[in-house]
């Protein structure tokens, strides 16, 4: 998944790079990645997908902050280089998955098997492959359906920074907002953020009404929009009255953050997607977890938990967690059991090296030097 740490060169108040949310990055990929697993004897993680969720909400709360940031410092918000950075971030890295995967297809199965995936590869292509899905049904286990959760983050994109320029008043203005207009328009966009998601959360629950409605209930990005738009509300509230400041009140974030990850982690353990009360209210509470968790990680001053989501192997997985997510599917799906006659941990931990092999070379050749804008190989060999 793609949620962007701001650049410290950005405008506005000081956020810089956060090493804590790369920690947040790999539990939620590692959540993601176990539950595509196959089972590790009578072991699965079921609830795995939850780590989605946690994407969503950090996704949320970084980009609202680059738009709020920009706000600040200059007044308006720049759709084309917002939409531009966005491009660069997450498109060649795409591509390239989709372009290798089709090939190792063509060279393991038939031409006509690379056939039957490019619809699906297009719809990945175009974002918009969580309403594919949902128009064409096809089994869960195809080759790029895990893409769904990046159109419902792209879709994000496009339509967020309209509704921040249109609540923000960010449009014709070339003066930056000064103390009390800032602090008005974030608070404006924070209930315009709660109330959406009060709106999505609903209306899952009001589409949910047995088992036949969970895929569109699950893919869809009007009703799935609940963690992303908790995390856009989170960022605004930063904007509109400040970090929680330090003493005791860092103690309550910390330990809040603690509580919260000690609750996703169950979560991922016991839930499982067919219950009812996942589609009823449960999302929201999963939601809320993970937004306090991005609030704990994303507080500057240091505290036990930024500590422990930024010791080294955390930080470098959440560093490479959208090459990892991008590739673990496909390598999955064509490394299977039956092509390497393996199983149980062997297997799992086979798949793993590929796809980390895969998501390192993804990053160091592909997706840092692009959006860097520079030669790949003079400094990534």
Not at 42 to 58: E, K, M, R, S, T
Not at 184 to 206: D, E, K, Q, Y
Not at 233 to 257: H, N
Not at 280 to 299: D, F, P
């Amino acid at each position: 998944m793609s949620g962007t740490t701001p650049s410290p060169a950005a405008a506005g108040p000081a956020f810089g790079h956060r090493p804590a949310l790369d920690g947040v990055r790999a539990v939620a990929v590692l959540a993601v990645v176990l539950f595509h697993a196959a089972p590790l004897g009578d072991w699965h993680l079921d609830g795995g997908f939850i780590g989605v969720d946690i994407f969503f909400a950090l996704s949320g709360y970084l980009i609202t902050t680059l738009l709020l940031r920009e706000w600040t410092s200059s007044g308006r918000i720049r759709l084309g280089a917002f939409w531009a950075r966005r491009v660069r971030r997450l498109v060649p890295a795409l591509v390239v998955v989709l372009t290798v995967s089709l090939v190792a297809v063509a060279l393991l199965f038939q031409w006509d098997d690379v056939a039957a995936n490019r619809n699906e590869a297009l719809a990945s292509l175009f974002y918009v492959s969580n309403w594919y899905t949902l128009a064409t049904d096809p089994p869960y286990f195809t080759l790029f359906q895990h893409t769904w959760s990046l159109a419902i983050e792209v879709q994000f994109y496009a339509v967020w920074p309209l509704v921040a320029i249109v609540v923000l008043g960010a449009h014709g203005r070339r003066l930056p907002p000064d103390l009390e207009q800032e602090r008005s328009g974030a608070r404006r966009l924070l209930l315009v953020s709660i109330l959406a998601a009060a709106a999505s959360t609903a209306w899952m629950a009001w589409l949910h009404t047995d088992a036949a409605s969970i895929g569109r209930v699950y893919f869809g990005t009007d009703t799935r929009a609940t963690p992303i738009l908790l995390g856009c509300a989170c960022a605004a509230a930063v904007t509109a009255w400040g970090d929680v400041p330090g003493g005791g009140a860092r103690v309550v974030l910390d330990a809040a953050g603690w509580v919260a990850l000690a609750g996703l982690v169950a979560a991922c353990v016991v839930v499982r997607r067919p219950s009812s009360a996942l589609y009823e209210g449960g999302y929201l509470v999963i939601s809320a977890l993970a937004v306090v968790l991005v609030a704990s990680a994303a507080h500057p001053s240091p505290a036990t938990l930024t500590r422990a989501l930024a010791v080294t192997p955390l930080r470098l997985l959440g560093l490479i967690s959208y090459g990892v997510y991008l590739w673990h599917w496909p390598v999955f799906y064509l490394a299977s059991a039956n092509r390497l006659h393996l199983s149980g941990l062997v297997l799992l931990a086979v798949q793993l090296a590929i796809t980390i092999g895969l998501a390192t070379a993804s990053y160091l050749i592909v997706e840092t030097p692009i959006r860097q804008r520079r030669w790949p190989f003079t400094r990534a060999r």
